[in-house]
């Protein structure tokens, strides 16, 4: 079976650093994606690790370390805008380019 | 202009009717996907499409079937709809770097 569990729910403030942890156990794993879903909107891309490491892009980064099933994104200087649901997606194969979706992180940034 | 778009983005309609969803894309990928959205249940694969020939079911293919027009053109129909099937729909495109780009998603209501 496939597994992918984030939190549901998180809460920060505006200009701190919130971090979303995700942990995985699948049948197959090519790799990670991370999307932003703002609410009633499609979800749009954010990240995708292949290797173990941090990868930093502007204000996001994310993390992955494949023999810990483990990944974070991590959201600097928060803002308001950045009040969305956080989707971790563990790609599982080259040859079906199938997603396997976690359930989603809400994240409410306050002022 | 939006790359994938569908129709209808709102739609109601009663117990035992016949609907069909429309997603088309002017990425020129030759990946396509359908996934339903429930609160707490994330994105859900239902069928995905390499090219015209090739269809595959998702892990929540019951109670609905697809057909592919065109390398552009991918309908999801639910042939006797059910209020269980009320969910927010996405369909989704992917070429060779793997990402997956959604469009704006269809708001599905059975009563």
């Known amino acids: 079976g496939q597994n992918i569990d984030q939190p549901t729910e998180m809460t920060a403030t505006e200009g701190a650093i919130v971090q979303i942890n995700c942990t995985y156990q699948?049948?197959?794993?090519?790799?990670l994606f991370w999307y932003q879903q703002h609410a009633g909107e499609a979800p749009t891309f954010l990240s995708y690790?292949?290797?173990?490491g941090l990868e930093e892009k502007g204000r996001f980064s994310s993390f992955l370390s494949r023999s810990k099933g483990y990944s974070y994104l991590l959201l600097k200087e928060l803002q308001m805008k950045d009040s969305a649901s956080y989707l971790c997606a563990v790609f599982l194969s080259y040859n079906t380019d199938k997603l396997i979706f976690g359930t989603g992180t809400r994240l409410q940034v306050f002022p | 202009d939006a790359d994938v778009t569908q129709t209808p983005r709102n739609r109601i309609t009663k117990t035992g009717k016949r609907i069909m969803l429309e997603c088309s894309q002017t990425k020129g990928h030759d990946r396509m996907y359908w996934y339903r959205q429930d609160p707490g249940l994330g994105l859900r694969l239902i069928y995905y499409?390499?090219?015209?020939?090739?269809?595959n079911k998702g892990e929540i293919s019951d109670g609905y079937s697809v057909s592919r027009q065109a390398q552009a053109k991918f309908s999801l129909s639910l042939e006797s709809a059910i209020p269980n099937q009320t969910a927010l729909y996405f369909c989704a495109t992917s070429g060779t770097d793997y990402e997956q780009y959604f469009g704006p998603g269809t708001r599905l209501t059975v009563t």
């Open positions: 690790n292949v290797l173990d």
């Open positions: 499409s390499f090219d015209v020939k090739d269809i």
């Open positions: 699948t049948s197959g794993f090519n790799g």
